[in-house]
Nanobody, 114 residues
Framework: QVQLVESGGGLVQPGGSLRLSCTVS????????VGWYRQAPGKEHELVAQ??????LTYSESVKDRFAISRTRTNTMYLHMSGLKPEDSASYSC?????????WGPGTLVTVSS
């Protein structure tokens, strides 16, 4: 069973930065797509950013130019967040997908508030 664990969430002031990490129990390159999603209370689950095995990047319009997804050569991916806004407050979950399954981490909470 593939396991994912996020870290790096917390409370940050508007305009601040955070880096989220996701450690996967096997190589990132075993999956055709890896990415980050978020869900705020009362809102839909939404894609934040993803990267394909070949390196193609996809970002939500609401975070484009402020967030960046990256990965290591082994088993970790990151979400670099800057220029944070109160509307970015949510539980952020990492996700990996292969042709055999779709796997999620439990989530890490990001709160943007002064």
């Amino acid at each position: 069973q593939v396991q994912l664990v996020e870290s790096g969430g917390g409370l940050v002031q508007p305009g601040g930065s955070l880096r989220l990490s996701c450690t996967v129990s096997e190589s990132i390159y075993n999956f055709h797509t890896v990415g980050w999603y978020r869900q705020a209370p009362g809102k839909e689950h939404e894609l934040v950013a993803q990267i394909s095995q070949g390196g193609r990047l996809t970002y939500s319009e609401s975070v484009k130019d402020r967030f960046a997804i990256s990965r290591t050569r082994t088993n970790t991916m990151y979400l670099h967040m800057s220029g944070l806004k109160p509307e970015d407050s949510a539980s952020y979950s990492c996700n990996v997908r292969s042709f055999n399954g779709n796997y999620w981490g439990p989530g890490t909470l990001v709160t943007v508030s002064s």
